[in-house]
């Protein structure tokens, strides 16, 4: 299992390392200790390193780094970035790496010495801020950067390259790239976040002592990979029947949007369950009757006899926000005492009408994207990719449902806390209809009666693998939903394989 922690729960998670006897000093040490050891195979004997320190404990921490690489035989140069009133770590490992007689710069550097510096370097080590940046970069540090980007020298950043803010995943336009970013402990989301991943290069983790329980503890959360997805695929017994495999109301489409409808079933149906059956108005189903004959179909009036029939519903896609649609969704959340996926327009009609939103039963899963969740939260986008993982988490708990955060990077929320973070597919999915897919995948294997947050980590996983199978056989730019529809069977039997 693969941990991402915040920088709070970063710091929780020290504190209870400390309490437990591993102290903030040690902690330090192996971190610098370990860089150190990290980037030796790709030095030579007596090459240089350049390590530009911040005056917090990532700047200890690269400290560290510098006097090990010393004992070792390499030549690093050590340059203050934002003055010598250091914390008390990074000064207690100032004073030991000075003892060896070893350069120590302060910004301003004298003319010409920059580049004399990175000319007698290898490497180019960034400990200037880690976890602790967030904002805009002062404006003395992107003429220091600059050079270093024009040396062409590879940068190996420890935690997060400067400029890079790892809870939002924003980033300064003078962001000093990395070739590598060592992250300690665990990834945090800038790592992972699609926005910042291509900054930090590759990212791998350095274990420097903060046990998984400690992380967990203090609130890390988790990455939604293949061992994640696969504990939500339900089985396929091979005497198994349509019946046993589930049946799904798609209370779904109008007039002017058929095409969210049918994406919604196709999905759900190549996703395993027995039977779909559309509920919607007349010409949508004719589209269906013709797209899609597996799919059954049924006109609004029948919605109590197909409530009765159901074992999960999908209500939403193409659905529209007028008075019909909300009768339909009212209906639905007071009829049906299964579970439920709300996607688009169902959304809409919750945010629209808070005596809607209390009526969504505890099993339930809503699967908004930005800016649907801004509109669920009364609040704004921008104050949503600030606070994307507490406020994501706030409302799964709140109103007790799954809660599925649609972007780059998507989140999954869970009633009892629980969180995950999918850094799959690509940007091929952002077209009208691979949200409607999405949710049709996730009602399905609701249907055939998985967990609910099960169903909603392995639908997401599905979804991202499909669409990345989709890329590769058509690119991001001419991809479209139906073909991640067409993919979703080779996804299924992949994560049904063991690993």
Same mark, same amino acid.
């Given at each position: 299992?693969?941990?991402?922690?915040?920088?709070?729960?970063?710091?929780?998670?020290?504190?209870?390392?400390?309490?437990?006897?591993?102290?903030?000093?040690?902690?330090?040490?192996?971190?610098?200790?370990?860089?150190?050891?990290?980037?030796?195979?790709?030095?030579?004997?007596?090459?240089?390193?350049?390590?530009?320190?911040?005056?917090?404990?990532?700047?200890?921490?690269?400290?560290?780094?510098?006097?090990?690489?010393?004992?070792?035989?390499?030549?690093?140069?050590?340059?203050?970035?934002?003055?010598?009133?250091?914390?008390?770590?990074?000064?207690?490992?100032?004073?030991?790496?000075?003892?060896?007689?070893?350069?120590?710069?302060?910004?301003?550097?004298?003319?010409?010495?920059?580049?004399?510096?990175?000319?007698?370097?290898?490497?180019?080590?960034?400990?200037?801020?880690? +976890?602790?940046?967030?904002? @805009?970069?002062?404006?003395?540090?992107?003429? !220091?950067?600059? &050079? %270093?980007? #024009?040396? =062409? /020298? $590879?940068?190996?950043?420890?935690?997060?390259?400067?400029?890079?803010?790892?809870?939002?995943?924003?980033?300064?336009?003078?962001?000093?790239?990395?070739?590598?970013?060592?992250?300690?402990?665990?990834?945090?989301?800038?790592?992972?976040?699609?926005?910042?991943?291509?900054?930090?290069?590759?990212?791998?983790?350095?274990?420097?002592?903060? +046990?998984?329980?400690?992380? @967990?503890?203090?609130?890390?959360?988790?990455? !939604?990979?293949? &061992? %994640?997805? #696969?504990? =939500? /695929? $339900?089985?396929?017994?091979?005497?198994?029947?349509?019946?046993?495999?589930?049946?799904?109301?798609?209370?779904?489409?109008?007039?002017?949007?058929?095409?969210?409808?049918?994406?919604?079933?196709?999905?759900?149906?190549?996703?395993?369950?027995?039977?779909?059956?559309?509920?919607?108005?007349?010409?949508?189903?004719?589209?269906?009757?013709?797209?899609?004959?597996?799919?059954?179909?049924?006109?609004?009036?029948?919605?109590?006899?197909?409530?009765?029939?159901?074992?999960?519903?999908?209500?939403?896609?193409?659905?529209?926000?007028?008075?019909?649609?909300?009768?339909?969704?009212?209906?639905?959340?007071?009829?049906?005492?299964?579970?439920?996926?709300?996607?688009?327009?169902?959304?809409?009609?919750?945010?629209?009408?808070?005596?809607?939103?209390?009526?969504?039963?505890?099993?339930?899963?809503?699967?908004?994207?930005?800016?649907?969740?801004?509109?669920?939260?009364?609040?704004?986008?921008?104050?949503?990719?600030?606070?994307?993982?507490?406020?994501?988490?706030?409302?799964?708990?709140?109103?007790?449902?799954?809660?599925?955060?649609?972007?780059?990077?998507?989140?999954?929320?869970?009633?009892?806390?629980?969180?995950?973070?999918?850094?799959?597919?690509?940007?091929?999915?952002?077209?009208?209809?691979?949200?409607?897919?999405?949710?049709?995948?996730?009602?399905?294997?609701?249907?055939?009666?998985?967990?609910?947050?099960?169903?909603?980590?392995?639908?997401?996983?599905?979804?991202?693998?499909?669409?990345?199978?989709?890329?590769?056989?058509?690119?991001?730019?001419?991809?479209?939903?139906?073909?991640?529809?067409?993919?979703?069977?080779?996804?299924?039997?992949?994560?049904?394989?063991?690993?």
């Amino acid at each position: 299992m693969t941990r991402i922690a915040t920088s709070a729960a970063m710091r929780a998670a020290e504190a209870l390392a400390d309490n437990a006897g591993v102290s903030y000093a040690e902690l330090m040490e192996r971190a610098g200790t370990l860089a150190a050891q990290k980037i030796m195979p790709s030095l030579r004997p007596g090459d240089g390193v350049l390590i530009l320190c911040g005056k917090g404990n990532n700047g200890g921490d690269g400290l560290v780094m510098a006097r090990v690489l010393q004992s070792e035989g390499y030549v690093p140069v050590v340059v203050f970035t934002m003055g010598t009133r250091l914390s008390p770590l990074a000064q207690h490992n100032l004073e030991l790496f000075e003892e060896t007689g070893a350069a120590v710069w302060d910004l301003p550097l004298p003319d010409g010495e920059l580049e004399h510096l990175l000319g007698r370097s290898a490497l180019v080590v960034d400990a200037v801020f880690g +976890t602790g940046f967030s904002g @805009a970069l002062p404006q003395h540090l992107p003429p !220091l950067f600059d &050079a %270093v980007r #024009s040396s =062409g /020298l $590879p940068v190996v950043a420890l935690d997060a390259p400067s400029g890079v803010d790892l809870d939002t995943g924003l980033c300064d336009e003078n962001t000093l790239p990395a070739a590598q970013t060592l992250a300690f402990a665990c990834l945090k989301p800038g790592h992972l976040l699609k926005n910042s991943s291509g900054k930090c290069g590759h990212s791998t983790v350095i274990d420097i002592g903060i +046990t998984d329980e400690q992380l @967990a503890q203090a609130g890390a959360f988790c990455r !939604l990979d293949r &061992a %994640v997805a #696969s504990q =939500g /695929l $339900p089985p396929r017994p091979r005497d198994g029947h349509k019946g046993r495999f589930g049946r799904l109301l798609a209370v779904c489409g109008s007039e002017l949007m058929s095409g969210a409808a049918l994406l919604s079933c196709e999905g759900a149906l190549r996703t395993g369950v027995g039977m779909v059956r559309l509920l919607s108005d007349q010409p949508v189903l004719a589209a269906a009757a013709v797209r899609l004959p597996e799919c059954l179909l049924a006109l609004p009036e029948c919605l109590d006899e197909s409530v009765a029939w159901a074992t999960a519903a999908l209500c939403g896609c193409g659905l529209s926000v007028g008075a019909g649609a909300r009768r339909r969704l009212r209906g639905l959340l007071t009829g049906f005492s299964g579970p439920v996926i709300i996607d688009a327009d169902g959304l809409n009609l919750l945010a629209e009408e808070p005596e809607l939103l209390r009526l969504v039963p505890d099993r339930a899963v809503l699967t908004p994207h930005m800016g649907e969740m801004a509109r669920l939260c009364r609040s704004s986008v921008e104050e949503l990719v600030q606070r994307r993982f507490e406020l994501a988490s706030t409302f799964a708990r709140t109103h007790r449902i799954v809660l599925i955060l649609k972007d780059s990077c998507t989140t999954v929320a869970a009633p009892d806390g629980r969180m995950w973070l999918f850094d799959g597919g690509n940007s091929g999915l952002a077209k009208g209809g691979s949200g409607d897919v999405l949710a049709g995948v996730i009602a399905s294997l609701a249907a055939q009666g998985a967990d609910l947050t099960k169903a909603a980590l392995s639908g997401v996983w599905l979804h991202g693998t499909a669409a990345d199978w989709a890329r590769a056989e058509l690119g991001e730019y001419g991809m479209l939903p139906s073909d991640v529809v067409r993919h979703l069977p080779h996804a299924a039997r992949l994560l049904a394989r063991p690993e």
